[in-house]
């Protein structure tokens, strides 16, 4: 089993960065890949970035482009998703998610494909 915690959420303004930690324990995620998600009210879960777990091919939506980065240190089992220039409508709970994978250059994007999940930590972006 795999465990995921979130943290680094909170208030910041528009504009803003805020740097989102998922420490996962239980196993290493090495050879995992992982994903990040984001849940407005009233929305459904989208991915705003994915990794494979080999070769660092990422994954990142429209809305993230150019102002997300996911990024993970193995050794302290921790994946990262830097967020800059945060914009009100990035206002949402951010979740984690870990998948098994043998090929190390897939990542996945659907809710549907991971595993495991942390509980989520809260972003808000005031304008």
């Known amino acids: 089993q795999v465990q995921l915690v979130e943290s680094g959420g909170g208030l910041v303004q528009t504009g803003g960065s805020l740097r989102l930690l998922c420490a996962a324990s239980?196993?290493?995620?090495?050879?995992?890949?992982m994903g990040w998600f984001r849940q407005a009210p009233g929305k459904e879960r989208e991915c705003v970035a994915a990794?494979?777990?080999?070769?660092?091919?990422?994954y990142y939506a429209d809305s993230a482009k150019g102002r997300f980065a996911i990024s993970r240190d193995v050794a302290k089992n921790t994946v990262y998703l830097q967020m800059n220039s945060l914009k009100p409508e990035d206002t949402a709970v951010y979740y984690c998610?870990?998948?098994?994978?043998?090929?190390?250059?897939?990542?996945?994007?659907?809710?549907?494909?991971?595993?495991?999940w942390g509980q989520g930590t809260q972003v808000t972006v005031s304008s």
């Open positions: 990794g494979s777990w080999s070769d660092s091919n990422t």
């Open positions: 239980g196993r290493t995620v090495s050879m995992y890949a």
């Open positions: 998610a870990a998948q098994y994978t043998s090929r190390g250059s897939e990542y996945f994007t659907r809710v549907d494909e991971y595993y495991f």
